[in-house]
């Protein structure tokens, strides 16, 4: 088959690495975002040692973006890391169609956020699907799912790149393979089960104090290592990572630094989360680190 390629960041640069490897067909392009200053996006790289023809568009809606795709007369659109709309010109152009990742079980977590919100509503599983776009978003046909197990303790950073990334590498080359030999489903999705969440900023990040310690320690691990769940201390944003939970009870309010050692114990509704690394006008540091240098005490809160 002859692919047309669009994706961006270090998960489509695997991909693409994957199908070039694979050698069961011909990548006929790549349709990669523009450069942004002087920063290229990581795949770009990953293009030129592969010797593939590259393409670069501020919008995949222009007139030449769409008419360059269909010049190159590709089978399959393969879509992995894609945060740019794709015209259904472009998505229904190839004559046997385009496969998308998606990284969440569809038609749960529909949207740009989508391993983010398991995390933080505490959730114990999540997934990716593969599936075929069409004009909505995130709601076509379905080819293939996996289902991946969300720890306790596992953040953003662990659901994602020991997971959610390798496993979905492997899962677009055999989405491709399944299309190659004329066996790829198209399962309509079930309605009724949809959810849908917007993206997951350092707006939706920001720490309530006042919630159960168990939903703070969740919004925490969803947020590391982006946006980084956050409060503010003496008026300055602080985030929070590398956290670890108890729910043994502390006589101190909610928000309140209840010790300090190489990490920071803050005082929860129902226990104590325990902060490994904090971000603040100094950086990211150790607990230690930025105890030291913004003078902080035992029975500070933060919050204020």
């Known amino acids: 088959m002859r692919i047309a390629f669009i994706g961006q960041a270090a998960f489509g640069g695997a991909v693409l690495e994957a199908l070039a490897a694979d050698g069961q067909n011909e990548i006929v392009g790549v349709f990669a975002p523009q450069s942004k200053g002087h920063r290229d996006d990581p795949i770009v790289e990953t293009v030129k040692s592969l010797a593939l023809p590259l393409f670069q568009f501020a919008s995949l809606k222009d007139l030449d973006a769409i008419e360059q795709f269909k010049a190159l007369e590709p089978d399959l659109g393969v879509l992995a890391f894609v ?71 596992d953040t953003l950073g662990v659901v994602y790149f020991q997971s959610l990334f390798p496993m979905g590498v492997d899962a677009m080359v055999e989405a491709v393979e399944l299309v190659r030999q004329d066996r790829a489903p198209k399962t309509v999705q079930e309605e ?81 989360i325990s902060i490994g690394r904090l971000r603040g006008a100094e950086g990211k540091v150790s607990g230690a680190d930025f105890a030291k240098a913004t003078e902080l005490r035992e029975g500070v809160c933060f919050g204020t």
């Open 83 to 153: 945060t740019q709309i794709v015209p259904i010109e472009i998505l229904h152009y190839p004559e046997k169609g385009t496969i998308q990742y998606h990284p969440s079980l569809l038609p749960l977590h529909r949207g740009p956020s989508s391993i983010n919100w398991p995390i933080v509503m505490g959730e114990s599983e999540t997934g990716l699907s593969i599936f075929w776009p069409d004009e909505g978003l995130d709601t076509g046909p379905l080819l293939l799912q996996k289902t991946v197990k969300i720890g306790p303790d």
């Open 192 to 272: 009724v089960r949809a959810t849908y969440e917007g993206w997951f900023t350092a707006k939706e990040a920001a720490i309530d104090w006042s919630k159960p310690g168990a939903e703070i320690y969740n919004l925490i691990r969803g947020s590391d290592p982006q946006p980084g769940a956050n409060s503010t201390l003496d008026g300055q944003t602080v985030s929070f990572y590398d956290a670890s939970f108890t729910d043994v009870e502390t006589t101190q309010r909610a928000g309140a630094v209840v010790s300090i050692g190489q990490k920071i114990d803050v005082a929860v509704n129902g226990g104590a």
